[in-house]
Every structure is written in C-alpha cells, then in structure tokens.
C-alpha cells in the first residue's frame, strides 16, 4: 500500500487534540507511511466522538479526500459520501447490526472501487455485531476478516469490545484510543478521592508509634470497604440505563457478558481517577510548595499503584489489591 505521503496530507492533519498526539494516531501514521497498515482494525475506548474522529480520517487519507479542520464538526461529510466508503451501523428499531445489512456490505467492498484505488469500510458501534457464535452478523464479518477483499480497510469501532466474538477482536489489530479525563460526578465517588488524598497527606507525616499506625490502618480499612459499596452502586445504577440499549435478540449470556464487561469499564475509570488523585496531591511538594524531600516515595507509590491496576485486569479482587496498595503505601513511607 502507498504511504500516506503520497496522498498529498498525513493523518495528524485531519485530526484534532487530543488524537493528534495519541499513540494509537502515532502508530497508524508509521503504519501508513511503511505501506503496513493492517487490513481490519478494531478502535475502541470510552470516548466515542473520539473512535468516530479516527476511523473517518483515516478513512479520508486512504480515499484520498482532502479534509481541513476548520471546516467544522461536518468536516467528514465528503468521507461518509464516498462512493468508497461503507458504513455498517446498528438498525435504530433492533438496536443491533442486522445480517441483511452486513451481507449488503460485504457484497459492495467485494466490488472493484469506483474511484480510485481503495474502499474502507467502517462498522459503527460493532458490539451490536454480537458477542454469541449464534451472532449471524458477527460471524458474516469473520468470515470477511478471515479471507478480506483486496485494497480494502475494514475499520471497527466500539465502546465496549468486550461485547464482540473473540476470534474478531483477534483477527482486528487493536488500537485503545486514551478518553480526556473527565472526572465523575458522584459526590460519593468524590468524597472518596478526598479522604484518599487526605491518607496520602497524612503519609507524608506518619510516624511509627502504635497509635498513628492503627489509625492509619483503620482509615485504609474504610476506604476499601467505601470503594466496593460505591464501585457496585455505580455498577447497579450504570445498567440499568445499558440493558434499555441492548439488543432484542441478545441472549442471557450475551447479557451476563456485557454487564461484566461494563462493570469493568466502570472499574477502570475510578481507578484511572484514583491515579489522577494520587499525582495531583504529589505535585505541591514536587513543586516545592510543601515541606517535604519525597519525591522518590511519590513516586515509588504511584509505581506500586500501576502495578495494581494491572492485577485487576487478570481479574484479582478489588479488596485485595488495593488492600496490596495500600499496605505498600504504609511501607514505603515508614521506610
């Protein structure tokens, strides 16, 4: 495949902050520029808009249309219009992407291109493909996946990836695209990083007489138990909204599976926020605004808490590793 280069425009140029400094739009770029951009990709991430953003410039450097940022938020109006270019979105009424609809598609990216060299193919919302060996829309797009059309990128993107077949998200190479922070607005949830950043504080002077200790202890205690009620409460509330949006047709396991999925997104995005917390009480004494030399054990425990997030995601329970985290918090700065 050509690099982007010889299009006449880099995919950076049709792109916005923050995706043009993203890693996902950093490797797409070498990808293009090599001539090895993958045949199907899966975008995903919590930030739609985003995924939306990515796939449609990619999609108007392989078509070749030139794209210009002031042009506003229907700048990809040319892409979406492209002879070239096939879009494959859920059925408004089902709620799901319906075979009929996916076969159609197959059936044109087959063709020769009508102008130009390429066809792209998006699949908006692509858990609505299905996540059951059942899933005749799913199992359309494998077999495509399996044997792809030639000059032809196939560009899905999805929220929620865990909602998708296995063996498509194996055949896709997969690209997270980061969200903007956006903290949440539970006042729960905020009351939490509050004690939290509290705890950090009060590390930053504990001392190793019994009395600080057990009540050191006895915050960190609360603030797990804290987390799990709010964590489950955020879940609770978080699905019933989501089972409204589901499928008709999808079945109990398929269910079971997005709620987990869910739950876990949901997870993430505290921890995520839990990190955040962590550098911003860090920063006014690596900025010298506060009394302390303790810029190592800072460190050393937002280290401690990258290795956490990682234990979660191979499914430990939350109450153990953040129990881990904190009780290494406690040993760092008693150390």
Same mark, same amino acid.
Request: negative net charge; proline residues 5%.
């Given at each position: 495949?050509?690099?982007?280069?010889?299009?006449?425009?880099?995919?950076? +140029?049709?792109?916005?902050?923050?995706?043009?400094? &993203?890693?996902?739009?950093?490797?797409?770029?070498?990808?293009?520029?090599k001539?090895?951009?993958?045949? #199907?990709?899966?975008?995903?991430?919590? *930030?739609?808009p985003?995924?939306?953003?990515?796939?449609?410039?990619?999609?108007?450097?392989?078509?070749?249309?030139?794209?210009?940022?002031?042009?506003?938020?229907?700048?990809? /109006?040319?892409?979406?219009? *492209?002879?070239?270019?096939?879009?494959?979105r859920?059925?408004?009424?089902?709620?799901?992407?319906? #075979?009929?609809?996916?076969?159609?598609?197959?059936?044109?990216?087959?063709? &020769?291109?009508h102008?130009?060299?390429?066809?792209?193919?998006?699949?908006?919302?692509?858990?609505?493909?299905?996540?059951?060996?059942?899933?005749a829309?799913?199992?359309?797009?494998?077999?495509?996946l399996?044997?792809?059309?030639?000059?032809?990128?196939?560009?899905?993107? +999805?929220?929620?990836?865990?909602?998708?077949?296995?063996?498509?998200?194996?055949?896709?190479?997969?690209?997270?695209?980061?969200?903007?922070?956006?903290?949440?607005?539970?006042? &729960?949830?905020?009351?939490?990083? +509050?004690?939290? +950043?509290?705890?950090?504080?009060?590390l930053?002077?504990?001392? &190793?007489?019994?009395?600080?200790?057990?009540?050191?202890?006895?915050?960190?205690?609360?603030?797990?138990?804290?987390?799990? =009620?709010?964590?489950a409460?955020?879940?609770?509330?978080?699905?019933?909204?989501?089972?409204?949006?589901?499928?008709?047709?999808?079945? /109990?396991?398929?269910?079971?599976?997005?709620?987990? =999925?869910?739950?876990?997104g949901?997870?993430?995005?505290?921890?995520?926020?839990?990190? *955040?917390?962590?550098?911003?009480?860090?920063?006014?004494?690596?900025?010298?605004?506060?009394?302390? /030399?303790?810029?190592?054990?800072? #460190?050393?425990?937002?280290?401690?808490?990258?290795?956490?997030?990682?234990?979660?995601?191979?499914?430990?329970?939350?109450?153990?590793?953040?129990?881990?985290?904190?009780?290494?918090?406690?040993?760092?700065?008693?150390?």
């Amino acid at each position: 495949m050509p690099s982007s280069k010889l299009f006449g425009m880099e995919l950076k +140029s049709v792109l916005t902050e923050p995706l043009q400094s &993203s890693n996902p739009a950093e490797v797409l770029e070498r990808s293009l520029e090599k001539g090895r951009l993958p045949h #199907a990709m899966l975008l995903h991430g919590d *930030h739609y808009p985003l995924l939306e953003e990515l796939a449609l410039g990619l999609a108007s450097v392989l078509l070749e249309i030139k794209v210009e940022l002031k042009e506003g938020d229907d700048r990809f /109006d040319r892409v979406e219009k *492209h002879p070239d270019f096939f879009p494959l979105r859920p059925s408004k009424k089902a709620r799901s992407i319906r #075979a009929e609809d996916t076969r159609e598609i197959i059936r044109q990216i087959h063709q &020769s291109p009508h102008q130009g060299e390429r066809k792209v193919a998006v699949i908006y919302e692509a858990d609505r493909l299905g996540s059951s060996s059942k899933a005749a829309s799913a199992n359309i797009i494998l077999k495509t996946l399996e044997e792809p059309p030639l000059n032809t990128t196939i560009i899905l993107i +999805s929220t929620r990836p865990y909602a998708l077949l296995d063996t498509i998200r194996s055949r896709c190479f997969n690209f997270r695209v980061p969200a903007p922070f956006e903290p949440s607005t539970d006042p &729960s949830w905020h009351q939490w990083l +509050s004690d939290y +950043s509290q705890f950090l504080d009060n590390l930053t002077e504990l001392k &190793s007489d019994k009395e600080t200790i057990t009540a050191s202890f006895m915050m960190i205690y609360g603030l797990i138990t804290r987390f799990t =009620g709010i964590l489950a409460e955020l879940v609770t509330d978080n699905w019933k909204t989501e089972r409204e949006k589901l499928p008709e047709d999808m079945s /109990d396991e398929e269910k079971d599976a997005t709620k987990e =999925g869910s739950a876990k997104g949901i997870r993430a995005k505290l921890l995520k926020e839990i990190e *955040h917390q962590t550098r911003e009480t860090a920063a006014p004494y690596l900025r010298g605004e506060k009394d302390g /030399d303790i810029t190592l054990k800072f #460190a050393d425990s937002v280290q401690q808490f990258e290795q956490v997030v990682g234990l979660l995601n191979v499914n430990l329970k939350e109450e153990t590793a953040l129990e881990d985290y904190f009780l290494s918090c406690m040993r760092i700065w008693t150390r």
